[in-house]
């Protein structure tokens, strides 16, 4: 869409596998932004490590739960059934998320543990799983568009808990899923980078709600792999989650919030001040 350029951004995209790769580079200094989720800021706090979130990338939980379509037909309810006897189901199953601090794997320990849902946690990057999955190798996966698609299309999977749709349970997801985070060092040396930034971010989310279509033509453009089928399912599910807001001083208190209910060791001992979680100008 030129959006960057139209700004004033000269923009190198470098892929990561997950997003705790992507806030090890930012820390490191290898990179100025990530796209990781607000968890990834929350965490990196609690240790002290001064990256905030710069701006909203995806309002909403974006993960999609597939279930290799072998094991969902042994379970013993459906993909239609109500969302706690599906929680319940996964108990036992092996489940691939991106890593240990995902936003997506928070939110499904935190919906299974409200169903009395044990699945075994593997760790992978999204397009690792794909494959693992139609080999057998794993029960399902949580993971964001396009990887989810691929194997719904395809046949090898079938979505048992969708995510953009509001499928998880409402005090178990997280207020965002992406947000655009960056070093407060690097904020305070680049104010005008960030506020281009911004307005290529508000510029994009206004896109999104007047012109759909010219979002879509973008999307296939960059992900020149995908089917018309699995882009208009992609689009179907996800473009009105990137139709964002700002993101609030009540959505930092909600995601602190929801780290804290996800995390089972001692990560966050330390009280985190809500407003030092968000860029300020």
Not at 69 to 98: C, F, H, M, N, Q
Not at 254 to 262: L, Q, T, Y
Request: include cysteine; hydrophobic fraction near 45%.
């Amino acid at each position: 869409m030129g959006l960057f350029e139209k700004h004033g951004l000269d923009v190198k995209i470098v892929p990561m596998d997950n997003a705790s790769v992507a806030s090890m580079g930012l820390l490191s200094g290898s990179v100025d932004f990530t796209a990781a989720g607000p968890s990834d800021v929350v965490i990196a706090q609690a240790k002290e490590q001064p990256v905030v979130v710069v701006a909203n990338l995806y309002h909403g939980f974006s993960g999609v739960l597939v279930v290799r379509k072998t094991v969902a037909e042994k379970l013993r309810t459906s993909a239609s059934a109500p969302v706690a006897e599906r929680l319940k189901a996964l108990d036992g199953l092996t489940i691939a998320a991106p890593s240990a601090t995902a936003t997506s794997l928070l939110t499904l320990q935190s919906s299974a543990q409200t169903a009395g849902s044990k699945p075994k946690y593997v760790y992978m990057s999204q397009p690792a799983m794909v494959t693992a999955l139609k080999a057998g190798a794993i029960d399902g996966f949580i993971a964001s568009s396009p990887f989810y698609a691929s194997s719904v299309i395809e046949g090898s999977g079938v979505v048992w808990l969708n995510g953009p749709k509001g499928d998880f349970p409402a005090e178990s997801m997280p207020p965002s899923t992406v947000t655009l985070n960056a070093k407060s060092q690097f904020i305070r040396e680049h104010p005008d980078v960030i506020k281009r930034v911004n307005a290529a971010f508000e510029e994009f989310s206004s896109t999104v709600a007047q012109n759909p279509k010219q979002v879509r033509a973008a999307a296939a453009r960059v992900f020149r792999d995908l089917d018309a089928k699995t882009l208009d399912l992609i689009c179907e599910t996800e473009l009105a989650s990137l139709n964002t807001r700002p993101f609030s001083l009540d959505d930092a208190r909600r995601e602190i919030a929801f780290v804290k209910s996800g995390m089972a060791n001692n990560q966050m001992r330390r009280a985190l001040n809500p407003q030092q979680l968000l860029y300020r100008e």
